[in-house]
């Protein structure tokens, strides 16, 4: 990668490369929705340098990105994303934009600065920016209505994360937190 694309990618600029991780623990509702289930995984994310993408006035450097997660000891995916990771370096914002193939799509940001090794993203539903969308389905059943995310990058080659999606569950009072956490290892750089 060179120095140029490395300066552009502001606090982007560890995550390019690909990651691997065999700590991850998903909790989601079970199959009675009234419960909880937990899954430990592994995952690989892949982080592929984009930009410049020029919106006029606004430049933004980006990640394309893609992760797969895998329950351990199983050899077929639960959960696929795809997206971008972008870097406004005039608002100090990191966007996160992506769609898991169940029919819903967010884009989640927040201010970070240029030298920043964590930060934190959110995304609420009806919000003209940083919000989330569902098909119908999900919208009716498993309402996303927030979406939080605090990323942590250690000496270049270490990444945690903690995700909390807020779900509304067609016939529950209470707000269930589907969470995704993870560790994951730098094994290489792009």
């Keep these: 990668m060179s120095e140029e694309i490395i300066k552009n990618l502001g606090p982007l600029a560890k995550l390019a490369g690909i990651w691997e ?11 009675e929705r009234t419960q909880a289930q937990q899954t430990m995984y592994r995952e690989r994310m892949t982080f592929v340098p ?55 799509t967010l884009i989640a ?9 964590s930060f934190h993203l959110t995304a609420k539903v009806g919000e003209p920016t940083f919000g989330i969308l569902s ?7 498993f ?15 270490i990444l945690t994360y903690q995700e909390d999606t807020q779900l509304k569950i067609k016939g529950m009072t209470e707000i269930f937190h ?4 993870n560790t994951l290892t730098k094994i290489s750089s792009a």
């Design 135 to 141: 098909n119908p389905y999900l919208h009716e059943e």
């Design 50 to 104: 984009i930009g410049p993408v020029d919106n006029h006035e606004q430049i933004l450097y980006g990640l394309r990105y893609s992760t797969t997660a895998w329950p351990i000891g199983d050899e077929n995916p639960f959960h696929e994303e795809l997206g971008y990771w972008l870097w406004c370096p005039k608002g100090s914002q990191v966007m996160r934009c992506f769609m898991v193939p169940r029919g819903s």
């Design 143 to 157: 309402q996303t209505i927030r979406f939080d995310l605090d990323l942590r990058i250690e000496n270049g080659t």
């Design 178 to 181: 589907h969470t995704d956490r």
């Design 109 to 117: 940001g927040g201010k970070v600065g240029q030298h920043a090794t």
């Design 21 to 31: 991780g065999d700590k991850g623990v998903d909790t989601a509702p079970a199959a």
